[in-house]
T-cell receptor, first 111, second 115 residues
Framework: SQQGEEDPQALSIQEGENATMNCSYKTSINNLQWYRQNSGRGLVHLILIRSNEREKHSGRLRVTLDTSKKSSSLLITASRAADTASYFCATDAKDTDKLIFGTGTRLQVFP | GAVVSQHPSWVICKSGTSVKIECRSLDFQATTMFWYRQFPKQSLMLMATSNEGSKATYEQGVEKDKFLINHASLTLSTLTVTSAHPEDSSFYIC???????????FGSGTRLTVV
């Protein structure tokens, strides 16, 4: 399967705690993106990191990329109940124009 | 920014009937669109890549005669689920490649329920 792997599959934390999700992929990429999806709804783009970047920040989000290990992580700091959602990484492979999604992490933040 | 309009947002159909889902790119031309399917609590699986004016390219395991894709114009791609069965019930979402919006703009998705 082309699909990337994410772990953990599910994560439950208390408000205020940090949440870390990891993504591993299989091919050389142009960039890697993270998306959020609330239950049964469309996708919300969170952040894009290019293959020549190692770390990127956006508000409470911090993304890292290690192309040698073909892995990325998404850190959400000071989580809120509203962060409860599924989070997906998606890679844009160098040899195709397809966007392939990881398996996803279901995050539950308890108030 | 670039917007992809997807309709309908939900549809219920009887087993054996066909359902058409439309994706329109607003304010930009989409030479390439992608169709994904998402089963409950699972990730998005790429079904096919649709190129304007040519045949779609289907991913392994996706039946091209069952999921008909038409991309007749630069702003419209359609996915028709033919002879739908309950196992086709899923969330279908399209995406168009554009230089705006980080490269990929997604429709809001269509929830198909086959009864």
């Amino acid at each position: 399967s082309q699909q990337g792997e994410e772990d953990p599959q599910a994560l439950s934390i208390q408000e205020g705690e940090n949440a870390t999700m990891n993504c591993s992929y299989k091919t050389s990429i142009n960039n890697l993106q993270w998306y959020r999806q609330n239950s049964g709804r469309g996708l919300v783009h969170l952040i894009l990191i290019r293959s020549n970047e190692r770390e990127k920040h956006s508000g409470r989000l911090r993304v890292t990329l290690d192309t040698s290990k073909k892995s990325s992580s998404l850190l959400i700091t000071a989580s809120r109940a509203a962060d409860t959602a599924s989070y997906f990484c998606a890679t844009d492979a160098k040899d195709t124009d397809k966007l392939i999604f990881g398996t996803g992490t279901r995050l539950q933040v308890f108030p | 920014g670039a917007v992809v309009s997807q309709h309908p947002s939900w549809v219920i159909c009887k087993s054996g009937t066909s359902v058409k889902i439309e994706c329109r790119s607003l304010d930009f031309q989409a030479t390439t669109m992608f169709w994904y399917r998402q089963f409950p609590k699972q990730s998005l699986m790429l079904m096919a890549t649709s190129n304007e004016g040519s045949k779609a390219t289907y991913e392994q395991g996706v039946e091209k005669d069952k999921f008909l894709i038409n991309h007749a114009s630069l702003t419209l791609s359609t996915l028709t689920v033919t002879s739908a069965h309950p196992e086709d019930s899923s969330f279908y979402i399209c995406s168009a490649w554009t230089v705006a919006n980080y490269g990929y703009t997604f429709g809001s998705g269509t929830r198909l329920t086959v009864v």
